[in-house]
């Protein structure tokens, strides 16, 4: 085999294990997934509603997030769980990491026999709203998911402990049918 071969052989090796290392892992039923849609409130103000289809009980959600605007700073204003299928959870966190653009939310819903599990559905989970700081005018708004040291990743986790890295989307709420729009904030 020639050299040129072989390198070719290798490296599409090489991808197909990093796909298969990357996709969606659920021990349990169909892929979950969690989606983000973002939401222009006004000129350098923005929300991400943070969506979750499961068909599961859920115990434990953790999202971690990295968002930019070019290189206008941005800061995390609030988070909001009221109204959602977070509301209830028996406890919940949100540490910003303002210097670093990253903050990661979740929190456990299974704590006793007090307090049930996240139980299958789909539906808003949590809303944060983000701010850019500064009288510089932002550029493109971006979020996607990031590793958050010590181990913070995308992840849902059943009331059996097993992990879920449930399938990403992400969408801009004004690119959404007004049906899709109305279904995500259940």
């Known amino acids: 085999m020639s050299f040129k071969l072989i390198t070719?052989?290798?490296i599409a090796g090489l991808l197909v294990m990093a796909a298969a290392v990357s996709a969606q892992d659920d021990p349990v039923?169909?892929?979950?997934?969690v989606t983000l849609i973002v939401d222009n409130m006004a000129p350098g103000q923005w929300m991400i509603s943070a969506n979750v289809w499961n068909d599961e009980d859920l115990a434990a959600i953790?999202?971690?997030?990295?968002?930019t605007a070019g290189v206008v700073r941005l800061g995390?204003?609030?988070?909001?769980?009221a109204g959602t299928r977070m509301e209830f959870f028996a406890q919940k966190y949100n540490p910003i990491d303002t210097a670093n653009q990253t903050m990661h939310f979740g929190g456990f819903a299974y704590m006793g026999p007090d307090k049930p599990p996240m139980a299958p559905g789909h539906g808003e989970i949590a809303r944060v709203y983000i701010s850019a700081m500064?009288?510089?005018?932002?550029?493109v708004f971006a979020v996607d998911t990031c590793f958050m040291a010590?181990?913070?990743t995308l992840m849902l986790v059943d009331k059996n402990a097993k992990i879920i890295i449930p399938a990403l989307r992400i969408m801009n709420a004004k690119d959404m049918p007004k049906k899709e729009k109305a279904e995500g904030k259940k």
């Open 134 to 139: 500064g009288d510089k005018a932002p550029g």
């Open 62 to 67: 953790d999202i971690p997030i990295k968002y």
């Open 29 to 33: 039923g169909k892929v979950d997934t």
């Open 150 to 152: 010590p181990n913070s």
């Open 76 to 81: 995390v204003d609030s988070i909001s769980y």
């Open 8 to 10: 070719t052989v290798v």
